[in-house]
């Protein structure tokens, strides 16, 4: 069975920063994409990068270059999204979210992190 | 980049209705259209990609159609369990983009 499993809710201050996962399983982690997708009530789904961890491939969003830094650990099928300095508005729910080889549809999510920024 | 548009926002309807919802692309995304169902607290479930396909699991009654610009996707006969969200969203390219989301609720 494919299991996608992120890490738990996160509580933040402004500025701190944060590294959240996604583990995967039941399947071969090394042959197909992981994306990160951000839900907030105002500006719904929108995608913000994506890996391919058997080589590290790696494409972000416009929107959140270089606001995040995606990263995997293929030894231990684990990808990651991760911010430097945190802001208010980086609070969301976030989803990885596994990515076909060749056509990257994003047939199977995580159950989401939320993550709270606040003072 | 390709904007994804639903219609409508919110839907009422009662079990048994046949629904339709609508997405349209900015630009051509060819068949490379998902729909995803949505219901509060989980995560998206795919339901139907490269616009007419049905994922695996997915009960018949939904269904999926057009190419290019314009999308709908069908659900013939709702049951309690519709009751969600809807998303449509196009992988033409990597980025990505989703449609603002369809709220199907119980008339």
């Known amino acids: 069975e494919v299991q996608l499993v992120q890490s738990g809710t996160e509580v933040k201050k402004p500025g701190e920063s944060l590294k959240i996962s996604c583990q995967g399983f039941g399947y071969s982690f090394t042959n197909y994409w992981i994306a990160w997708v951000r839900q907030t009530p105002g500006k719904g789904l929108e995608w913000m990068a994506i890996?391919?961890?058997?080589?590290?491939?790696?494409k972000y969003s416009p929107s959140f270059q270089g606001q995040v830094t995606i990263s995997a650990d293929k030894s231990i099928t684990t990808a990651y999204l991760e911010w430097s300095s945190l802001k208010v508005s980086d609070t969301a729910i976030y989803y990885c979210?596994?990515?076909?080889?060749?056509?990257?549809?994003?047939?199977?999510w995580g159950h989401g992190t939320l993550v709270t920024v606040s003072s | 980049d390709i904007q994804m548009t639903q219609s409508p926002s919110t839907l009422s309807a009662s079990v048994g209705d046949r629904v339709t919802i609508t997405c349209r692309a900015s630009?051509?995304?060819?068949?490379?259209l998902a729909w995803y169902q949505q219901k509060p607290g989980k995560a998206p479930k795919l339901l139907i990609f490269?616009?007419?396909t049905l994922q695996s699991g997915v009960p018949s009654r939904f269904s999926g159609s057009g190419s290019g610009t314009e999308f709908t996707l069908t659900i013939s006969s709702l049951q309690p369990d519709d009751f969600a969200t809807y998303y449509c969203?196009?992988?033409?390219?990597?980025?990505?983009?989703f449609g603002q989301g369809t709220k199907l609720e119980i008339k």
């Open positions: 890996i391919y961890p058997d080589d590290s491939d790696i």
């Open positions: 969203q196009q992988y033409n390219t990597y980025e990505y983009s």
């Open positions: 630009q051509s995304v060819n068949t490379w």
């Open positions: 490269k616009a007419s």
């Open positions: 979210a596994r990515a076909t080889p060749g056509v990257l549809l994003l047939d199977f």
